[in-house]
């Protein structure tokens, strides 16, 4: 072979070399990712905390904004995993990097999943998945929640009927927020309901006096559950050792509520608390907050009277068919599971 044509040959392999090397530098530069480090934020669910019947508090932390600043943060949750903006949310409203939510409206006894979320220009980015279950209990007509305790057989509210509407959203008062004068009160034939002293901050200590006429619309309850009758009274201090001591183990501890209670150690979880009466001796007056606590039962004694439960400070005693109120009277309530 000629020298010439060996030059030749080599000129040629060169040539397709390099034409291979720029159609791989090529590619390589068209593959190169972008030189932008702009992402979704980077976040972080911490714990879950106060858990209730309708309510629980998540902690959060951003990590990183994505290098683009927060539109929105806040916590999603749904009742199937991973829950996304579009399903129950709360946002908040904060320039720290740590935030803690309050989520309400929640169901009690249902598991809940949880998640932060942080929203920038390039989308949302989110936390880790966190699940939690809410307290047993029971919701009112108007958004109350009850804690609820079984004792023995029986599943009781641990806490006074509070509700102003029927469970078919009818206002137990035809009279919407009427304050009775204690004449007005003591001659009532219909459905009426107060708070001890006409004081609105007593509802949420001792829940509501109603009379025995929305007590006797059947309808007072939260739908699965009723007014106790004067049996469920008597099995319920049967459970708890007899009439002469359940009392005392129904009584909330302290003395914030209660007169230098006897005998108080709620070992039952009933937390019986003082609300009072109103109407002793057809008055229509308020009398005994803080020495008693007195509730309705179903069974009516005659025309005029119905059986009562009642609980004294000073006794460990839960009295119950011994005594008999007039229907005008105003007692606490407190319900039964069915």
């Given at each position: ?17 390099s034409c291979t090397l720029f159609e791989d530098n090529k590619n390589i530069l068209v593959k190169a ?206 459970t708890l050792g007899g009439e002469s001591i359940a009392g005392g183990k129904m009584k909330e501890t ?85």
């Amino acid at each position: 072979m000629k020298l010439k044509d060996v030059w030749i040959i080599l000129l040629v392999i060169l040539n397709l070399s390099s034409c291979t090397l720029f159609e791989d530098n090529k590619n390589i530069l068209v593959k190169a990712p972008s030189t932008s480090t702009d992402t979704v934020p980077s976040i972080s669910t911490g714990n879950v905390t106060n858990i209730d019947i309708t309510y629980s508090i998540i902690k959060a932390q951003i990590i990183s904004d994505g290098k683009n600043g927060i539109i929105e943060k806040g916590i999603c949750w749904n009742t199937t995993n991973n829950p996304t903006i579009n399903n129950s949310k709360l946002a908040i409203v904060s320039d720290s990097l740590t935030f803690t939510v309050k989520i309400n409206g929640l169901q009690p006894n249902t598991t809940y999943y949880a998640r932060a979320y942080a929203t920038n220009k390039k989308g949302t980015g989110y936390g880790n998945v966190i699940s939690f279950t809410t307290v047993d209990g029971v919701i009112d007509y108007d958004g109350n929640a009850y804690h609820i305790i079984k004792i023995g057989s029986q599943v009781w509210m641990a806490e006074n009927l509070k509700v102003t509407h029927l469970n078919d959203g009818t206002n137990i008062d035809s009279l919407i927020n009427k304050i009775y004068t204690d004449y007005e009160w003591n001659n009532l034939t219909t459905g009426a309901l107060c708070w001890y002293s006409n004081n609105e901050t007593n509802k949420s200590i001792y829940g509501g006096l109603y009379n025995w006429y929305a007590v006797n619309t059947g309808i007072l309850a939260p739908p699965g559950w009723r007014i106790p009758s004067i049996n469920d009274w008597i099995q319920l201090a049967n459970t708890l050792g007899g009439e002469s001591i359940a009392g005392g183990k129904m009584k909330e501890t302290g003395i914030s509520l209660w007169f230098n209670p006897t005998g108080a150690t709620n070992s039952s979880g009933f937390s019986a608390r003082p609300g009072g009466i109103r109407g002793t001796n057809y008055s229509g007056e308020f009398l005994a907050l803080g020495t008693d606590a007195n509730w309705w039962s179903s069974s009516a004694y005659n025309t005029s009277f119905v059986y009562n439960a009642s609980i004294n400070y000073a006794a460990d005693s839960l009295k119950i068919d011994s005594l008999r109120t007039p229907k005008f009277d105003g007692l606490s309530v407190r319900c039964i599971k069915n």
